[in-house]
Nanobody, 126 residues
């Protein structure tokens, strides 16, 4: 199983980026898929997730600005990031959970995810 995150880069505050996670070795229609991030000197934190049935969950800090989507046919998961802020600067990781998959309330728990991508750096300047 491999997860490959891409789409990171440098952008000014207020700008947008779209991250994509390409997967191989699994059929994501059976998985919960999530995005996490880790800023320098900080712990990894949950950003967004979409469960196997399409329900979405977001961290409060990104709600209304980020949108997670999945394409089961292509086995990809995207994260559209709008109205970016300097505090969004981090390495972003995609992850896959299941089966058996975690319940919706546990989508933000990184320990429930089985597979992780290598990360893509997002830098937002003020």
């Amino acid at each position: 199983v491999q997860l490959q995150a891409s789409g990171g880069g440098s952008v000014q505050a207020g700008g947008s980026l779209r991250l994509s996670c390409a997967t191989s070795g699994l059929s994501i229609n059976r998985y919960n898929m999530g995005w996490f991030r880790q800023a320098p000197g900080k712990e990894r934190e949950f950003v967004a997730a979409v469960n196997w049935s399409g329900s979405r969950r977001y961290a409060d800090s990104v709600k209304g600005r980020f949108t997670i989507s999945r394409d089961n046919a292509k086995n990809t998961v995207d994260l559209q990031m709008d109205s970016l802020k300097p505090e969004d600067t981090a390495v972003y990781f995609c992850a896959a959970d299941g089966p058996p998959v975690a319940v919706f309330s546990a989508l933000n728990d990184g320990s429930r995810y089985d597979y992780w991508g290598q990360g893509t750096l997002v830098t937002v300047s003020s």
